[in-house]
């Protein structure tokens, strides 16, 4: 794990400027201090010629010099390269960078989202625990939390978030487990209200940032304990890489790193860490035109007369609306909308008519995609999930918004 030294605190309050289509706002010192942490150059002590990436250290082991340096490094391996299991200079270096955009004082990467998310509830929870999950949570997370009764632990899911989550905490929760917004609905949750609430009572939260990404919403800000992203979606960007990350306190960190990394194996390895770090440095560039893009077909979409309905933070009304100008410093480029029709045969008809827009599971990357909850027949079961029919969510890529709006307009009028 890469513990950091507390950055200085960026200018709160910075928050709440979110803005439709906001390419007009004046950068704030947040904004630049993020812009330096995704760009920063490696800085390595082995680096004599100056390379500005860092070395991929392709290496299993690090022999040590002296039997007293190894002993003395192997008893802290959340700190020392020592077995790339446990820590790796080109994954640290990653970890390091993403500690920072997220105001962390240290973080751990995985081999994937769920790498990071399994450590999280496997590794620090036990029998007779009990996990509150609250927002439509992504859906192997809760696949997960359902093998975890195996083991004795528990859990609620609100998938509709009360205004007051109190009457469902037990003197057992031992976790309260957070998606804002969550990638279905993109539901916001009063990230302060929900974390003050637990924090009264003992409480560790853990949110999932996935969709936000660390550059527009900072939860650890907010009162979170641990934020996790799946490095897979934006922070990688490209579509070629899988991995995750948790951010948090030098303590919890280091407690899931030993209890949940360490012994679960869901390593990055240093190719991949390489990836995710070639993504991070364009991430504020490729986040403002998804941001862009994302608005553009936000607006086309609630214009359009075969669309019941619009998800995304930047069509939200009422209280919804004051809550993400307070969280969030922009919104990224997924979101899902209803299709009148909310027949299969309407979805699919939807569907096949793209051609920009693939159909695929995922998000996050360069290119646009488009997926549905809907199956043939399965509309109980999308009750139970409260999911409406018809639903299809896009994730909005870099193409621009004009060839994507006219991508959406064709194959709505085949609906
Ligand atoms: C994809 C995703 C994950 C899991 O990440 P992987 O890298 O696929 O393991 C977790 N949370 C959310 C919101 C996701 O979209």
Known sequence: ???????????????????????????????????????????????????????VYQTSLFA???????VAEQAAEHENPVYSRGTNPTVAFLEERLALLERGEAAKCFASGMGAIAAVLAGTLKSGDHVLFVN??????????????????????LPDPPADIGPWIRDETALIYLESPGTMLMRVLDVPALTAQARRRGIRTVIDNTWATPLFQKPLTLGADLAVHSCTKYIGGHSDVVGGVLVGSREAVREVFYQGHQLFGAAMSAMEAALVLRGLRTLPVRMAEHRRNAAAVVEALAAHPRVAAVHHPAAAHGPDEALV???????SGLLSFELKDGSFDGVARFMDALSLFRIGVSWGGYESLATSPQRPGNGDELRARGLPPGLVRLSVGLEGAEPQIADLERALAEV
Not at 27 to 52: F, L, Y
Not at 137 to 156: C, D, I, Q, S, W
Not at 325 to 331: A, H, K, L, V
């Open 64 to 70: 040590k010099p002296t039997f007293e340096r190894f």
């Open 1 to 55: 794990m890469t513990a950091v030294a507390r950055p200085t605190p960026g200018a709160r309050g910075d928050a709440g400027t979110v803005r439709g289509s906001g390419d007009t706002r004046v950068d704030s010192r947040d904004e630049v201090q993020d812009r330096e942490i995704c760009m920063a150059a490696w800085d390595g002590p082995d680096n004599p010629s100056g390379a500005v990436a860092p070395p």
């Open 325 to 331: 100008r307070r969280q969030f410093r922009g919104y």
């Open 136 to 157: 439509t949570v992504y859906g192997p997370t809760l696949e997960l939390a359902e093998h975890l009764r195996r083991f004795g632990v528990e859990h609620t899911a």
